[in-house]
């Protein structure tokens, strides 16, 4: 009965090392393949890393490249044509905004088109109705309507604008107007 037992046992060691082996040789076998890589830290360090920064500045490098000939190109075909470089807006272009300062019971008067924002102070609108339409709002006010402080409104009728009703209103104008 002995014997048997150390039968059984010897049996039964022999097949955990051999599963431990198989394990071992199949864990071996499927590591590091195409479908499941083993990849070192020392290889992203010092392989892969400096590899991909390499293609990134080669990447970078050209691209500058195209741009500073395309920039070039179009430089070169501007003088040729005799156009010159786009000049700054003038303060007094209707393309920027100015800021006038009105007083108590000034008015301004201004053109279709013109684009009004009151930043401080108080300010009425003159004018036929609507007098201006508050792009901001989505409304519009009639004659004597209170502006809102920063609103933009637009003058639809040639002659509208606003009147001051504080003693101090500054006001951002875009467009052809005259302060009376």
Known sequence: MKNKKKALIAVAAALGVAAATGLTILAATNSGGQ???LITLSYLDNQFAPQIKSEL????TAAA??????FEEAI???????AAPPAAPAPGDADVFAVVTLSRGQTAKCSVGTEL???IGGAASVGEAPGLVDSTGGTTLADGGALSANHLYMVTIEGNGIKATTDTVKIMIRGEYSVT
Do not use: H, T, W
Not at 57 to 60: N, Q
Not at 65 to 70: F, G, I, M
Not at 76 to 82: C, I, L, Q, R
């Open 57 to 60: 500045r080669g990447e970078i």
């Open 76 to 82: 070169a075909s501007g003088a040729a044509s005799g």
């Open 65 to 70: 490249a195209e741009l500073a000939r395309k």
């Open 35 to 37: 479908s499941n890589p």
């Open 117 to 119: 924002l009151l930043r």
